[in-house]
């Protein structure tokens, strides 16, 4: 167990920006500062998922605990011009996130442990009050809670009377209701029931909590934005040393037992799926991220918490680890028909709509051939050809199809057997950020990563129709114009590195992370040689002990963090950022070169003391600033950088310091 020590914990600035996360299954989630507080917008107890994975609702924002009359809120908010709060953080002993999220309190000499976790594929999230030690025969812990229907990227700074006019609270029924949803809220007391009482208020202003300040949206985002909340309901529980009670927020009819709810939370988190320890933690914070797609009742891969959806590149990047590396081959079924009930004219959608009756988009290049690498990958770990070539190998066969003739956005073979597609106005890559039509990265035309991943492709396809006897196709001739034409457009000899994109009227020499990438795959276009070249200039220029750099620190446009207003961080999001999930490849690429296992273990020791300690604890963030010491941003969980760093402490056995 990880424990997070008092000095973190009462230290705001760190505090405050360190998150903890509990998921369903479904695409709802609670998460929280770990100080108890709410930090973010996305923050809070239920955030449900209306229509799975998507459309979601904060709906039970807080639950503010009073023991012996001190108050343990660690909420922030605008009091004046001051930002203000009770400061209940001061009474944190310590936190850890294993096996769930919990908090130790200690007031007066009272001993309060608080437990936070959500029913697997319910909209129920439980919180457990146990009372380990009192100077007291009897204490009394008061549970305030807050509710705010809204859509969880939303905010308001305060609640007006007209906001409140479809607001119902039914002391009966036990819930308040906003339109179509209704929240239960009740406590269940394993020792004596009959030591509680609860208040129900009627939705009225004067009952809010107006001008919540989020620091991580003010500080690291520039959005000087504010929140409220409202109080609905209080509950007083009367408990004696060694009792335990549960709060519960659920949108179902019918309340859970909360007791065997812990038990069952507490059984599934002592699952193995690896004897390494290490990478058994990544294993059950990847699976996090697994939820249902209501739309064909199969399973997806979030790309991130605590505001992504599923996105075709992020999920095919990310399932070998978060699927494959625990031995979970039909839930790696299930979301591979999943994406492949979506295909259309070749290619895999760029990203589901965050809200229902929105559009598919198909915007992107690189995420159907990342579902090549994915079927790879599921075949080498399963052994299951029979599945390929039942369900899949025809949609292959299909992509490769449409990719010789060409589909949307100009994407398509050219004459030399290279991948080209978009133009100077379209994003279609991963470095894909446009704003006020201004393409911040305009990697059109053909780019490495994008053939590599073609060549690749093609291999895997002609292995496949060789083991399944396919006399109709064959790529042989294909595969070996594609690396000829690598070589020749790509390399660049006098650098000793890959070029990152060629148009017809340019060849970018910038030094981007992209190119490792041809060494770590399974086929690669490159020569032994150059594939060392390639991982030493990638290591000397962009590797950082969290991630790889988006581009090199001697470039003139390079930005060294990840900071201030949208626009400002997204003209840094790919100049320089730090991204965690190549890092997968950059071990595949140093294991290929240089069969280093220590080297490698030493070299994930960074990300392995964030997984721990920083940011989201017991995962891996989206991002981090360029520059030392790099601090993370973005998403504090992130599905392909948690998978991939799972995949190849998996894959080599690394046994990683720390």
Known sequence: MRVLPRALLHTPAIANKTECLVTNGTGSFASLSVNGGLSRKFHGLLIHSVIPPMDRMLTWHACVETLENVSLDARQWLDGTTVTGDGGEQYLLHYTSAPIPTWHYEVNGHLLKKE????????????????????????????????????????????????????????????????????????????????????????????????????????????????????????????????????????????PNGEQAYQQVLAAKQTRFSHNDFANDLAHSALQ?????????????????????????????????????????????????????????????????????????????????????????????????????????DDLKEVIRHHTIGTRYGIGMDDDGLIQGGDKDTQLTWMDVKFNNFAVTPRF???????????????????CKERFEDHQCDYADLIVSVRVSFQSTFWNEASGYCFDYVTPTEKNDDIRCNQIIAVSLPFSPLTPAQQQRVFNVVYQQLYTPVGLRSLSPTHASYEGRYYGPLHERDIAYHQGTVWAWPMGSFIDALMTVTKDKHFAEQLLMGLKQHFYYEAGILGVSEIFDGDAPNTARGCFNQAWSVAELLRVVDKYQLQVPG
């Open 116 to 255: 936070l976790f959500m029913e697997l594929g319910k909209e129920t999230t439980l919180i457990k009050y146990s009372l380990l030690r009192s100077p007291k025969p009897e204490v009394t812990l008061e549970l305030s809670n807050f509710v705010h229907f809204r859509p969880a990227g939303d905010h308001l700074p305060r609640f007006s009377e007209q906001n409140l006019t479809n607001w119902i609270t039914d002391s009966q029924r036990q819930c308040v209701s906003s339109g179509q949803l209704s929240l239960k809220l009740g406590v269940q007391v394993t020792s004596n029931p009959q030591a509680t009482s609860t208040q129900w208020l009627t939705p009225d202003v004067a009952n809010q909590t107006s001008d919540l300040v989020y620091p991580i949206e003010l500080e690291d985002q520039g959005y000087p934005q504010r929140d409220c909340s409202l109080k609905v309901q209080t509950t007083q529980v009367v408990l004696s040393p060694g009792d335990s009670c549960y709060m519960i927020g659920t949108l179902h009819d019918h309340w």
């Open 289 to 393: 991220l697994v939820a249902d797609r209501k739309s064909v009742n199969g399973k997806t891969i979030l790309a991130g918490f605590p505001w992504f959806g599923d996105w075709g590149r992020d999920t095919m990047i990310a399932l070998p680890g978060a699927t494959l590396a625990t031995g979970q081959f039909d839930l790696a079924k299930s979301i591979l028909k999943t994406f492949a009930h979506y295909l259309n004219g070749g290619m895999l959608p760029n990203k589901f709509p965050d809200r229902s009756g929105e559009p598919l988009k198909y915007n992107t290049i690189d995420a159907t051939l990342w579902f090549f690498w994915a079927i790879q990958q599921y075949v080498e770990y399963s052994g299951d050809w029979d599945f390929v070539h039942l369900k899949l190998y």
């Open 445 to 463: 035309g053909k780019a490495v990563e994008i053939n590599a991943l073609w060549y690749n492709a093609l291999c895997f396809a002609q292995q």
